[in-house]
């Protein structure tokens, strides 16, 4: 009985010490728009008469690096875009500091013909943890369901083998990294393609300056003030902006 008891407590401490756990990191994030299904919600008549002139998805990459302080999120290596296409990708451009420790964020936002920055607290999300588990970028990921602004559901992946509390864009606040998001809403995922835990350099990590200065508050009200008579397509043009 002892010997197996010791077996058990050797093969247990292995299996702990065999965890590694990671602080800095660099995170490629592979964010997909859903084009064509995007576009039929937002307006399915103009869809049905021009569906051809619009792709089945849009695929750009970003970079996340940082540690259990702060990260910075921004645009990554280069696609190239189909120039018949006429889609145009919105946000894709946002440069996004979280400072965890302060729990503030700085995001630089170019929005139409105007650059904003924003200085403002962490976004807020309700999080639900679930039981429901799946596999991203080699690491064991757990599923929680968010609410944002009341209104916009986004499902999250995130590891706790990561520790650092952040992921793509604004999203944070998970026991863990978030490799994986879904926003239903803007038929838009960001899905995690490669993470470095090894010489990482935080020397990038630190926000934009240039911009217009103001908070998220004010951001949203003078986009919506813009695009207020766009009807549905305006409000999903405003959803981008958000997160």
Same mark, same amino acid.
């Given at each position: 009985? %002892?010997?197996?008891?010791?077996?058990?407590? =050797?093969?247990?401490? %292995?299996?702990?010490?065999? @965890?590694?756990?990671?602080?800095?990191? %660099?995170?490629?994030?592979?964010?997909?728009?859903?084009?064509?299904?995007?576009?039929?919600?937002?307006?399915?008549? #103009?869809? /049905?008469?021009?569906?051809?002139? #619009?792709?089945?998805?849009?695929?750009?990459?970003?970079?996340?690096?940082?540690?259990?302080?702060?990260?910075?999120?921004?645009?990554?290596? /280069?696609? /190239?875009?189909?120039?018949?296409? #006429?889609? @145009? &990708?919105?946000?894709?451009?946002?440069?996004?500091?979280?400072?965890?420790?302060?729990?503030?964020?700085?995001?630089?936002?170019?929005?139409?013909?105007?650059?904003?920055?924003?200085?403002?607290?962490?976004? !807020?999300?309700?999080? %639900?943890?679930?039981?429901?588990?799946?596999?991203?970028?080699?690491?064991?990921?757990? !599923?929680?369901?968010? =609410?944002?602004?009341?209104?916009?559901?986004?499902?999250?992946?995130? *590891?706790?083998?990561?520790?650092?509390?952040?992921?793509?864009? *604004?999203?944070?606040?998970?026991?863990?990294?978030?490799?994986?998001?879904?926003? &239903?809403?803007?038929?838009?995922? #960001?899905?995690?393609?490669?993470?470095?835990?090894?010489?990482?350099?935080?020397?990038?990590?630190?926000?934009?300056?240039?911009?217009?200065?103001?908070?998220?508050?004010?951001?949203?009200?003078?986009?919506?003030?813009? =695009? !207020?008579?766009?009807?549905?397509?305006?409000?999903?043009?405003?959803?981008?902006?958000?997160?």
């Amino acid at each position: 009985m %002892k010997k197996i008891f010791l077996l058990l407590s =050797i093969l247990v401490a %292995k299996g702990v010490f065999a @965890q590694t756990f990671h602080n800095a990191i %660099k995170v490629e994030f592979e964010k997909t728009v859903y084009v064509r299904q995007l576009i039929k919600d937002r307006d399915p008549e #103009w869809f /049905e008469r021009f569906k051809d002139r #619009w792709p089945e998805t849009f695929v750009s990459y970003f970079d996340f690096i940082g540690d259990s302080t702060a990260s910075v999120y921004k645009t990554g290596r /280069e696609v /190239e875009v189909d120039a018949r296409s #006429w889609y @145009q &990708p919105v946000g894709d451009k946002n440069i996004t500091y979280n400072n965890y420790a302060a729990k503030r964020t700085i995001t630089q936002k170019p929005v139409f013909e105007e650059t904003f920055l924003v200085d403002d607290s962490l976004l !807020k999300i309700k999080w %639900k943890l679930t039981a429901d588990t799946r596999v991203i970028a080699g690491y064991e990921c757990r !599923k929680a369901v968010g =609410i944002v602004d009341d209104s916009i559901a986004v499902f999250a992946f995130y *590891t706790d083998e990561i520790l650092v509390n952040g992921g793509p864009e *604004t999203i944070h606040g998970l026991p863990g990294m978030i490799l994986g998001v879904g926003v &239903p809403r803007l038929h838009t995922t #960001w899905f995690a393609t490669k993470v470095e835990v090894n010489g990482i350099n935080l020397a990038a990590v630190k926000p934009a300056t240039k911009g217009k200065k103001t908070t998220r508050k004010a951001m949203l009200q003078s986009i919506h003030d813009a =695009i !207020k008579n766009w009807g549905t397509y305006g409000r999903s043009m405003y959803l981008n902006f958000v997160i």
